[in-house]
């Protein structure tokens, strides 16, 4: 299997032999130290400011998007929702589901976000807003920086999905003033699903510690007091979180953060350029480096993702919802290479030379 989804992903071989160890009992100081490691590396990466905080969660990461929602929000707030895709979509029902106060900024599929755009919303008493820096659905990167400008000009607190973008985007938490960045185990960390990380800057653990809310498994505060020690509250998927320790020191030793940053340009441009001479359209107008979204001009995206899988062992990723025929996803995330990209384009030239790509 060639594996081109955005998650799960390709993992390398050192994960996948973690991944077949014996699962070690967590309360002890052994484990603690693994887990004081990955949030140590993770500030790292995130290049979280001074004081931050990580916590683990052992749910997909739609869950933490929930966490964060309840934890950081309530009926007194105001918030905008950056709705560009299925992602974004996910916040707005989140938020009608929790009572949190919100609007909608809607951006068609593919559109890029623009000042022009958010500052329709400046001066509005606005107290927080939600974004998915990779709205993975359309593959459109919104910038971080022009963002987080908007949110200090308004006092905004300021949430950040980066569950495909962090470690493929160039990401900075305390220069972009974030207060919460969310990512994944199975997107850019290679590893299997089952692990969400909810950084916290220094004004989110504030806001969590001091906030009332109504669920035990999604209580941030009681994780952040478990974390002081390297713990959680309940049992985690230990296996996972061993080998998220060995995934952060193999990006430490491949150069770090920037380094794994440019490795997922690098094969995004490869694959960008070898396929510009098939019949596609790109779909985004400001390209996020973890996914192309394609547009096939005269076929059905989804049968193009089918026949991929059942006759060529390759899996690109199909989209849902109205985009299920129009628009197909290749990703660059995870343990692959420029060969793999090859070994795709031939496969793709082929369906052309069979008339399934007109
Ligand atoms: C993958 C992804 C998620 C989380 O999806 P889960 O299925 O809950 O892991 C959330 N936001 C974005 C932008 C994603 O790419």
Not at 275 to 282: C, G, K, R, T
Request: hydrophobic fraction near 40%.
């Amino acid at each position: 299997m060639l594996n081109f989804t955005v998650g799960p992903v390709m993992c390398s071989e050192e994960i996948r032999a973690v991944g077949g160890e014996q699962v070690p009992y967590f309360r002890t100081s052994e484990f603690s130290d693994v887990m004081l490691e990955n949030e140590r590396l993770m500030l790292k990466y995130a290049k979280a400011p001074e004081g931050s905080k990580a916590v683990f969660m052992t749910n997909s990461s739609t869950g933490s998007m929930e966490a964060v929602v309840m934890n950081c929000f309530a009926e007194s707030d105001k918030v905008l929702i950056i709705d560009g895709g299925s992602f974004g979509h996910r916040f707005v029902e989140l938020c009608e589901i929790h009572d949190v106060p919100h609007e909608v900024l809607k951006l068609d599929h593919g559109q890029k976000l623009t000042e022009e755009h958010l500052y329709e919303y400046n001066g509005q008493a606005f107290t927080g807003l939600l974004v998915n820096i990779d709205e993975t659905s359309t593959g459109v990167l919104y910038d971080s920086e022009m963002i987080g400008e908007f949110c200090k000009k308004n006092g905004i607190f300021y949430v950040c999905d980066c569950v495909s973008s962090f470690l493929a985007d160039p990401f900075n938490m305390a220069h972009c003033s974030a207060d919460v960045m969310i990512t994944g185990s199975q997107k850019v960390l290679a590893c299997p699903p089952g692990i969400s990380i909810i950084v916290l800057a220094p004004r989110a653990v504030e806001r969590v510690v001091n906030a009332k809310v109504k669920s035990m498994y999604f209580n941030l505060a009681d994780a952040l007091k478990n974390m002081e020690r390297g713990q959680t509250p309940f049992t985690p998927a230990v296996g996972i979180l061993r080998q998220i320790n060995t995934r952060l020191k193999e990006i430490e030793e491949a150069g770090g953060a920037d380094a794994e940053v440019a490795r997922v340009a690098a094969q995004a441009e490869d694959f960008r350029r070898k396929i510009s001479d098939l019949p596609f359209e790109f779909v985004s107008e400001s390209p996020a480096n973890g996914v192309t979204p394609i547009h096939p001009i005269h076929a059905d995206a989804y049968r193009i993702f089918e026949i991929l899988k059942d006759e060529y062992g390759i899996w690109i990723c199909p989209n849902g919802g109205d985009m299920k025929h129009t628009i197909f996803r290749v990703g660059h995330i995870g343990c692959l290479t420029h060969e793999d990209n090859t070994t795709l384009i031939n496969a793709l030239h082929d369906l052309h030379k069979r008339g399934i790509l007109k």
